[in-house]
């Protein structure tokens, strides 16, 4: 069951309560390793072709769109899966989810639409943060890697590969929140407020 933090007040009341912290994260920096990350795990599912893509760009931005355009597809599905796997691990928490997109604003002058899924005026536990954060992550390369072991078509074998670079890469945050929630006592409540964006709070009483 949820637990709804009417009883805590409004936002501004949990900003000013001493027993509430705000949890904030550092959003470029994430920005930057899954970008690295991004690069590393490219090359080595695909030697040289992240390259010779941005060669291909500058010489035919036209015609590379449409050769690519079954994996930008998958990239959306990929996307919209990941997004699904989390609501469905915050409903199994016993939370109400919502989806979402804010724009967040990293390394561009126009700020990047980044699509999210969150439990809103709920207390949730350390534990079912790190189980809904992590679910994605441990669910799509599973079955990614599942895909590459067994004697597949190379179509197949390409999305699968394709899959790992997209989803670890895109899973930084997620791990980024799981490494350091670790860091809680198992006792730490968490609560998503509203406040022209998203902020978090967090008690450890």
Same mark, same amino acid.
């Not at 309560?17 to 705000?22: M, R």
């Not at 899924?117 to 536990?125: D, F, G, K, M, P």
């Given at each position: 069951m949820s637990r709804p933090v009417d009883s805590l007040g409004a936002k501004q009341s949990l900003a000013a309560?001493? @027993?509430?912290? *705000?949890y904030t994260i550092p959003e470029r920096l994430i920005a930057i390793t899954s970008i690295v990350m991004s690069v590393t795990l490219s090359e080595l599912f695909f030697p040289g072709e992240i390259f010779q893509l941005i060669t291909d760009f500058e010489q035919d931005l036209v015609g590379v769109l449409v050769d690519i355009a079954p994996e930008i597809g998958f990239l959306a599905l990929l996307i919209a899966t990941?997004?699904?796997i989390h609501y469905m691990a915050t409903r199994v928490n016993?939370?109400?989810p919502e989806f979402g997109l804010r724009f967040q604003k990293t390394f561009w002058v126009l700020? *990047?639409?980044?699509?999210?899924?969150?439990?809103? *005026?709920?207390?949730?536990?350390?534990n079912e943060n790190i189980f809904a954060l992590i679910a994605p992550l441990v669910v799509i390369n599973t079955l990614a890697?599942?895909?590459?072991?067994?004697p597949v078509p190379d179509v197949a074998s390409h999305f699968a590969r394709l899959t790992l670079v997209i989803n670890t890469a895109g899973s930084v945050q997620d791990l980024y929140n799981v490494v350091r929630l670790l860091r809680f006592p198992k006792t730490a409540d968490f609560? @998503?407020?509203v406040d022209d964006d998203i902020r978090t709070f967090y008690t450890v009483q």
């Open positions: 309560d001493p @027993n509430w912290s *705000e990941h997004e699904a016993g939370q109400s700020k *990047e639409p980044v699509p999210y899924v969150v439990a809103l *005026e709920q207390r949730i536990s350390r890697v599942g895909v590459l072991l067994l609560v @998503n407020l």
